[in-house]
């Protein structure tokens, strides 16, 4: 099995908002969006700043199969102006290719054909995903900032 990156186009809109609406259920995110919410937002991402990846799992028969995506953006770093911030808002392998190390071996190629270096990587995990917490964990990011909500007058 071989693993690579392919560029979403205009054509991958419908399968990346099915994808993010399973991230979305996933880690127990608030946001309502049904797909074709999410598909005109990942429209207008996809046409503005962001890229978008998709995992590609090539079978030795010559079957590719979509497993997964990400969505990043590249930022200024206001501290370091030599060290971009790339800001990975959406990371997901779906559920049936999990638990074998694909999130890691995607995650890995994203940073080694996608990212500069040097670069500053940060992404948002909730609070009570704590699978997806656990991920990020194991690859070596660390708890840097909390986010505090309180919603007022519900």
């Not at 503005?48 to 979509?66: K, R």
């Amino acid at each position: 099995m071989m693993l690579s990156l392919r560029a979403a186009t205009d054509a991958d809109i419908e399968l990346l908002a099915r994808m993010n609406k399973q991230l979305i259920d996933d880690e127990g995110h608030s946001n309502p969006m049904a797909v074709p919410e999410l598909a005109e937002r990942m429209r207008g991402w996809l046409h503005a700043e962001w890229s978008a990846d998709l995992f590609v799992q090539s079978e030795p028969q010559g079957v590719d199969t979509i497993i997964g995506y990400a969505l990043y953006q590249r930022r200024q770093n206001e501290f370091f102006p030599g060290r971009p911030v790339i800001y990975l808002r959406q990371f997901l392998i779906v559920r049936e290719h999990r638990g074998r190390g694909q999130g890691r071996r995607a995650l890995k190629d994203l940073i080694e054909t996608r990212l500069p270096s040097p670069c500053t990587l940060v992404v948002d995990v909730l609070t009570a995903n704590t699978r997806g917490l656990g991920f990020w964990q194991r690859v070596g990011f660390q708890p840097y900032q909390m986010t505090l909500k309180a919603f007022i007058g519900d």
